[in-house]
């Protein structure tokens, strides 16, 4: 069972980054193959479909659905304003007419004779996509949206919420052990994509939600605090929707744990930079784990390959535990038995023996590490 | 085939959402026999992107497990002989989401109704159920239909030779919102029309542009009878044409099985109706995976299915913890952990979907998660699984007394003969007596009950090989599947903890004699292994009723397995105590009663 871990999270340098912006329905292209693109720029633009409201003008006439076409003003497909009348009956030698008025601007969809409703359709509502991240448009989807692409820095997180957001990516702690709160986060941080340690207190990022600051990533985050961030109990790992001034993306997970050390050191390198990051999380189909993306000017030296390799864990392989009793400790597998073990569970898995940073060492079950890939 | 046209040898696989697993059975002696079993991760999603990889993954753990040879590279060799390949490979999947579906209906409690029982008998997950007076005005169901992007859409409402007003209203509704398929932007949506056959014209008229229709015969004909076949037919044909072809690597996989690729909750369905059938008992079947759990049943020859498609062990954790709240899941957990230390563990096992416990502790409070989860989902069920809604009935006097209704739920614990688990958390719990505990206390049977768990959770591949070769799946199903946990004496009553609540008398089969006055509030087990039957006989104390009525004895023989014949005089509707030290107190003593856990 080769591949019976979890493959780790994608912590890259540097490395070829490609983004497909997507319309989510056609519309029309905005920038050409080979144009150099900003986060902001505009891509791609298109309408989505107005509001449907339906009248039921034969009941409101008190006619039988049949009769609907003598009395319509309209026919399929007209423009119709607010307040315009729809249906008008014939009344009685001209007079006592009965009508009914369009409650909404916008054009007449169908008529129906079977059930005597109108269906009208409002005006379109426009939509625009932007470059998400400074690169180069690549590939042109006719119709739909454009490929970016760009050589950068590549981080995923575990867990976020919020959208998409960028900003200078602003380091506030010393190390990636320290928690994140209220008093290292100033009015100079807004807009900024504020770096923290192990864990944001409640207070840090109400803190940086006042200033702000476009973004937080943090080791973990309590998840009583979520609830409150999101007025509900979160059930399903979908998210991304939020109207959040600050986006949160977690590196690790629930609870204080220390971020990754190769995470920080990367993200300190990066200070200053801009950063374009998503919070949008989705654990089920089609998995999307947050992200942090740094456009790096400049050549392709030292490129890694964008996919990453996947490989299956191997002696020496650098893995972290993800779940008690040892969540987040980092070490090197020291030992891959083929047989099963029983745990204090007295489950039977396959396991791994590892040695973690401060030399002990452990039998993790290998479903209860992921590895960490570069 | 092998040799004279025989089965000898079948590999199934079944792709769940987190794992694929692969099951060899072979002809061994004259007799089909589980070989062995293998799994691997599910590689739907990004990096691997092709479910086909999980699969040759899960088949090289059966080939390293058996020794028997199975591939040639990435192909699989057929036919068997002897010692290489395999006559018949069949799979079943729920990975990528499952199939996911909205359905429609005129009124909600009927035809509405309906649609969803067809829908969720094809082992689809529903979305949402669309009517005529769901409450919501046509603009906020349309938006639905759009926000949602199901896999298809089910239509039906009126009575053959009814009305057809509504029923088009509905298409007009689905026609305005011009839906698109969640796979593949590419494709119309399919919609299944099964209502009034006089509207299918109008129907057509107003979808056949914009999607793609077919048309079957209304579900539900007239009031008094469903006809849920052609429909439920018609969404696994679907299922197969337009939703498994687009995901990652299916149309790849289609290719290799020798029969349709079964959405995994049909499967299982097929084969809990398979078994009440046979044995002409009462059947209850939960299946509870990562994302979702179902519940099955046959009560008075109905079947039912419901899906809780956001009750599971993994990918749904949490919203187990957000449905059945904090305090419900901790009743369960016989220590004391502080509620930020659960929230915690609880989201970090959401987000990491495939961790299992190592702890013992972690271990225990999976299993309190799973008892919230199952009580959850059969709530669901019972509210579900009921007889038909606005049919007239003829009653007899003592009925019209006792005020039945059309729309009463069909689950009678009383009544229930078999229940069985499946699913990750039941099938691979490290001891047998766990998986009887979370039964009994996530559902609470009544009277006598047998108890038993899907071995090593293989239901599904069974239920589609059932389709194709009835035998071999009667016979593992029987010899392999199964696994007896025992009989559950269970009276219905509440009492005083301490005062008599049964007594209850039998000869073991080592000849001790049994004659125990078993006060209310406890829990006992005797042994009674696997095939061995004891005559009991059960005198319920005043108010108590195990099966023959308040108060009455009985005499039965009851039917052992791997746990025993366990008697629970905790009493129905049962409670726990609310002092925190009694019900730890209590927990321990009942677990302690099982043998369940390693003394710590």
Redesign the interface.
């Known amino acids: 069972m080769a591949h019976a871990y979890t493959p780790g999270l994608r912590v890259s340098e540097k490395t070829v980054i490609r983004k497909e912006r997507r319309l989510p329905l056609k519309g029309e292209v905005v920038v050409a193959k080979g144009d150099r693109v900003t986060s902001d720029t505009v891509v791609a633009r298109t309408h989505l479909p107005g509001n449907v409201q339906l009248v039921n003008v034969a009941s409101k006439l008190g006619l039988p659905p049949e009769d609907l076409p003598s009395v319509m003003q309209k026919k399929d497909g007209d423009p119709i304003e607010k307040g315009e009348p729809l249906a008008i009956t014939q009344g009685f030698f001209g007079f006592f007419k009965s009508k009914v008025l369009s409650p909404c601007e916008g054009s007449v969809e169908s008529i129906s004779t079977v059930t005597g409703q109108v269906i009208l359709r409002e005006p379109p509502t426009p939509i625009e996509i932007d470059a998400y991240m400074d690169g180069e448009v690549v590939e042109i989807l006719p119709e739909e949206g454009v490929v970016v692409q760009t050589i950068g820095t590549f981080i995923q997180g575990i867990f976020g919420v919020g959208g998409e957001k960028t900003g200078e990516i602003a380091v506030v702690v010393d190390g990636p052990g320290q928690p994140l709160d209220a008093s290292l986060i100033t009015e100079a941080h807004k807009g900024k994509i504020i770096i923290g340690g192990s864990h944001v207190t409640w207070d840090g990022f109400q803190k940086a939600t006042d200033v702000g600051a476009a973004g937080i990533v943090v080791g973990g985050f309590d998840d009583p605090d979520l609830k409150r961030l999101l007025g509900k109990d979160l059930g399903v790992a979908i998210t991304g929707h939020e109207d959040l001034v600050t986006a949160l993306i977690l590196t690790e997970g629930f609870g204080e744990m220390a971020m990754a050390h190769g995470t920080f050191d990367l993200l300190k390198a990066r200070e200053g930079k801009k950063a374009s990051i998503n919070g949008a999380t989705q654990i089920r189909a089609g998995v999307i784990r947050p992200e942090i993306v740094v456009s790096l000017e400049g050549d392709s030296a030292g490129l890694q390959d964008a996919e990453g390799s996947i490989t299956g864990l191997e002696i020496g392989s650098l893995i972290r535990a993800i779940r008690e009793p040892h969540f987040g400790s980092l070490g090197r597998v020291t030992e891959l038995p083929n047989e099963l073990r029983k745990m204090e569970s007295e489950s039977m898995v396959r396991v791994l023996m590892v040695e973690f940073e401060d030399g002990e060492q452990a039998l993790l079950p290998r479903a209860n590490v992921e590895m960490i890939e570069a | 085939m092998s040799e004279n046209g025989k089965v000898k040898a079948i590999v199934a696989t079944d792709c769940g959402?987190t794992t694929t697993k692969a099951i060899l059975i072979k002809l061994v002696d004259g007799e089909y026999r589980l070989i062995v079993r293998?799994?691997?991760?599910t590689?739907?999603?990004?990096?691997?992107e092709d479910v086909t990889r999980g699969v040759l993954?899960a088949i090289r753990?059966v080939e390293e497990l058996s020794g028997h040879e199975i591939l040639d590279g990435e192909d699989i060799i057929h036919p068997n002989d002897g010692m290489r390949g395999v006559d018949l490979y069949l799979s079943t999947s729920s990975?990528?989401?499952g199939l996911q579906m909205m359905v429609a209906g005129v009124v909600k409690s009927m035809t509405a109704e309906s649609a969803e029982r067809a829908a969720l008998g094809a082992g689809s997950i529903v979305m949402d159920v669309l009517a005529s007076n769901d409450g919501r005005l046509?603009?906020e169901q349309?938006?639905r239909i759009r926000h949602l992007r199901p896999d298809m859409i089910l239509l039906s409402g009126g009575i053959d030779g009814g009305t057809?007003?509504h029923v088009?209203?509905l298409g007009?509704?689905i026609?305005?919102?011009?839906p698109k398929a969640r796979l593949g932007a590419e494709y119309h949506l399919p919609v299944i029309y099964a209502g009034n056959k006089d509207a299918k014209g109008?129907v057509a008229k107003l979808l056949e542009s914009k999607t793609s229709l077919y048309q079957v015969d209304n579900l539900r004909p007239v009031l008094e009878r469903e006809n849920l076949g052609p429909a439920r037919d018609k969404i696994h044909d679907l299922f197969m044409e337009h939703v498994m072809a687009q995901a990652p690597g299916y149309s790849k996989l289609m290719g290799w099985t020798d029969a349709p690729i079964m959405p995994t909750p049909g499967a299982v369905g097929s084969m809990i109706e398979a078994i009440a059938e046979r044995q002409g008992i009462e059947v209850l079947g939960v299946d509870i995976g990562g994302?979702t759990t179902d519940v099955f049943s046959v009560f008075k020859k109905t079947f039912n299915r419901t899906v809780s498609a956001?009750l599971g062990m993994s990918?749904?954790v949490?919203?187990v913890?957000?449905?059945a709240g904090i305090e419900n899941v901790m009743r369960w957990v016989p220590f004391k952990l502080p509620?930020?230390?659960v929230?915690?563990?609880?989201?970090?096992?959401?987000?990491?979907?495939?961790?299992?416990?190592?702890?013992?502790d972690?271990?225990k409070l999976e299993q309190a998660i799973a008892r919230e989860a199952l009580r959850l989902a059969f709530k669901q069920h019972k509210d579900f699984a009921v007889s038909l809604k606005g049919v007239q009935q003829e009653r007899t006097i003592s009925e019209a007394f006792s005020q039945s209704a059309s729309g009463e739920t069909l689950v009678n614990m009383m009544d229930l003969d078999l229940l069985v688990g499946s699913g990750g958390v039941l099938s691979?719990a490290?001891?047998r007596q766990q998986a009887a505990m979370m039964l009994i206390d996530g559902f609470l049977p009544e009277g006598i009950t047998r108890l038993a768990v899907d071995s090593i959770f293989m239901m599904p591949q069974l239920g589609v090989l059932a389709e194709v070769h009835q035998q071999s799946a009667t016979e593992v199903f029987d010899k392999d599947c199964l696994i007896h946990l025992g009989t559950l004496v269970a009276p219905v009553g509440v009492g005083q903890e301490g005062k008599p609540c049964i007594k209850f008398e039998t000869t073991l089969p080592d000849g001790t004699a049994v004659a125990e006055d078993l006060p209310f509030g406890e829990m006992k087990v005797y042994p009674l292994g696997v095939g061995e039957t004891a005559t009991v006989k059960v005198t319920p104390a005043r108010g108590f009723d195990a099966g023959a009525g308040p108060g009455k004895p009985f005499e039965s023989t009851l039917s052992g397995g791997v746990v025993g014949l366990i008697v629970d005089t905790r009493g129905r509707p049962f409670v726990l105590p609310t002092d925190e030290n009694e019900r730890v107190r209590k927990l321990d003593k009942w677990a302690a009663a099982f043998d369940a856990y390693?003394a710590s």
Do not use: W
């Open positions: 959402s293998g799994e691997a991760p590689t739907v999603e990004a990096p691997f993954n753990e990975a990528g989401g046509p603009h349309i938006e057809i007003t088009v209203e007009q509704i026609s305005a919102a011009d109008e994302a956001n990918y749904s949490s919203n913890l957000a449905e509620e930020l230390s929230r915690n563990r609880i989201k970090n096992k959401m987000i990491r979907p495939t961790t299992v416990p190592q702890s013992l972690d271990l691979h490290p001891r390693p």
